[in-house]
């Protein structure tokens, strides 16, 4: 493995959970987020998962604090200069993300790999915008990170084969297990997932059952861990939308579009569990579900 410092962008639920997985698999972590008290918060989700991971006896508390130690964090863009790979997992926005990998482009040596959690988005709207789309893949990451074992590694038709193999083992040296995937809106997972998290919101809309008896349905009548609406809480209601948006862009299937719902819970600001609020009302010890 030739990889040994890994960059993370973004320290929300998804990035919290890489550099959480990244450092306890002995890599050194450097993390960046916009500002202080993102920073913090995120500092904190990874300290309470790994904490939890001591409770549970998965992790010893040796391990958790030598892990910890590998982490640093910054919102200097230029602190990711020497990373061997960088990730990006900040918000689902095109613009924002282009934005970033331009700077770190001028900053980071050629040796560097240039990776997006993105879950809509195409690499190749990315990697072209760069000086290195030879170097640049898709790992996508799943929620949440120190659980899923799975990882989607993507390349555009411009991944060179060393770039992917390298993407590929480290997504091993990572303890997850890694599928190739092509370059489309979505990946594998989510063409198949998004339409079934929007096809529950329209049943809702459509006044079929309410909130906690969907969700009941799927866990109990087929086996899911979770149901539906908790799985969009769990997501995030903002990215899903986001998500939507851009697969909708994409493809022009109604199957991608956002339901109406969906924008009103965004509006209103309930952007899942992250927020205390989404479908379901996450401040109890139980989430209940909130009137639609
Ligand atoms: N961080 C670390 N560990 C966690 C965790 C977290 N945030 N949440 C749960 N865990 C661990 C627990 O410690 C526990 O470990 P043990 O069984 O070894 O004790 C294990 O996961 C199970 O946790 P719980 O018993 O507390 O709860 P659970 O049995 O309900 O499982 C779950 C929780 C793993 C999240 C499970 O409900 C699940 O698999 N849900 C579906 C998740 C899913 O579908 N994710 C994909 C989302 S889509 C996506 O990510 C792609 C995208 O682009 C949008
Ligand atoms: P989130 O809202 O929890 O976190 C995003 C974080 O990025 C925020 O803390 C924000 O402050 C930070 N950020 C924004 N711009 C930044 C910048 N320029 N530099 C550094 N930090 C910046 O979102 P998330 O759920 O972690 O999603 C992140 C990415 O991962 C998105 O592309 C999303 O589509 C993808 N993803 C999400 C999930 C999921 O289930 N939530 C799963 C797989 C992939």
């Known amino acids: 493995m030739d990889i040994s410092t890994v960059g993370v962008v973004g320290c929300g639920l998804m ?3 890489i550099a959480e997985t990244a450092a306890k ?3 050194d972590v ?39 130690a ?24 095109l613009a924002a993300k282009n934005e970033l990998f331009g700077e770190l482009d001028g900053l980071c040596g050629p040796g560097t790999i240039f990776a997006s959690n993105t879950s809509s988005l195409t690499i190749t709207d990315m990697a072209a915008a760069t000086e290195r789309p030879d170097r640049f893949v898709g790992l996508h990451f799943f929620n949440p990170v120190p659980v899923m074992k799975l990882v989607e590694v993507v390349r555009t038709i411009a991944t060179s084969e060393e770039t992917f193999d390298r993407a590929h083992a480290f997504s091993k040296a990572l303890g997850k297990v890694p599928i ?10 989510n063409l198949l997932l998004v339409p079934y998290m929007l096809d529950a919101i329209r049943q809702l809309e459509r006044g079929v059952a309410t909130i906690a008896d969907i969700d009941t349905g799927m866990a109990l ?7 539906p609406f908790t799985l969009c809480d769990f997501v995030g209601i903002d990215t899903l ?52």
């Open 15 to 17: 990035g919290s959970g």
């Open 25 to 27: 698999s002995g890599f």
């Open 30 to 68: 450097v993390i960046r987020e916009v500002n202080d008290d993102f920073l913090e918060a995120g500092r904190k989700r990874i300290q309470k998962s790994m904490d939890r991971a001591v409770d549970k006896e998965k992790l010893t508390a040796e391990d958790r604090d030598a892990a910890m």
């Open 70 to 93: 590998r982490l640093s964090f910054t919102t200097a863009v230029s602190d990711l200069a020497k990373c061997d790979i960088v990730i990006e997992a900040i918000v689902e926005e």
């Open 180 to 189: 190739a995937a092509k370059d489309n809106s979505g990946f594998v997972v």
């Open 221 to 227: 009548g087929c086996g899911h861990p979770m149901g």
């Open 241 to 292: 939308y986001k998500i939507s948006e851009i697969m909708y862009d994409e493809y022009r299937e109604e199957r991608y579009a956002p339901p109406p719902l969906l924008k009103r819970i965004v509006a209103m600001g309930r952007f899942g569990r992250k927020s205390g609020k989404g479908f379901y009302d996450w401040s109890g010890e139980k989430p209940v579900p909130l009137p639609i």
